[in-house]
């Protein structure tokens, strides 16, 4: 896919918001007018961007600390571990989930949903997020150009100069 605009990520990053907004809303947030964001949704369209809405309807979750990735939500830990998240509708369910999950060290379960957001810009991240490691600690971004942003601002703050 080719490189987006900057009006194209911004669009992008209001539409994450709310998929749902109208052109009409959208062209005001960007200060363009309506017949261009028309147009800047159908080319977005034709590059093959996809708008999508993921929703997750299981009420119940659970954390399991292992040494793999066992699940289809997982996230690497600051020691090497990782975080699997397993979502169900029963706990029944979730106690079977569960126990395909081996090596598992501590499991945490409750009602409401984990969010990882990026450390850029604050969005929160649905797929895999993207990692930058600065010393022992870990930063998480949605995308590549916060994952840019984060790496130019640990350069400034660092004195350094990225090519």
Avoid: W
């Avoid at 017949?35 to 977005?44: G, K, P, Q, V, Y």
């Amino acid at each position: 896919m080719e490189k987006l605009t900057d009006l194209e990520f911004r669009a992008l990053e209001i539409l994450r918001e709310d998929s749902r907004i109208s052109v009409t809303e959208l062209s005001k947030r960007l200060n363009i007018s309506r017949s261009t964001a028309t147009r800047l949704l159908r080319n977005l369209k034709r590059r093959g961007v996809k708008f999508t809405i993921k929703f997750q309807n299981e009420p119940f979750i659970a954390f399991a600390i292992s040494e793999s990735c066992q699940s289809d939500e997982c996230y690497k830990l600051l020691d090497g571990r990782f975080i699997n998240m397993i979502r169900a509708n029963t706990l029944e369910d979730l106690e079977n989930k569960l126990k395909n999950v081996k090596e598992k060290d501590l499991v945490f379960i409750g009602k409401s949903s984990f969010v990882v957001k990026c450390d850029y810009c604050g969005k929160e991240i649905y797929d895999n997020p993207l990692t930058y490691k600065v010393g022992r600690k870990t930063y998480y971004a949605c995308c590549n150009s916060c994952l840019s942003g984060l790496k130019e601002k640990f350069a400034r703050n660092n004195g350094l100069h990225l090519h």
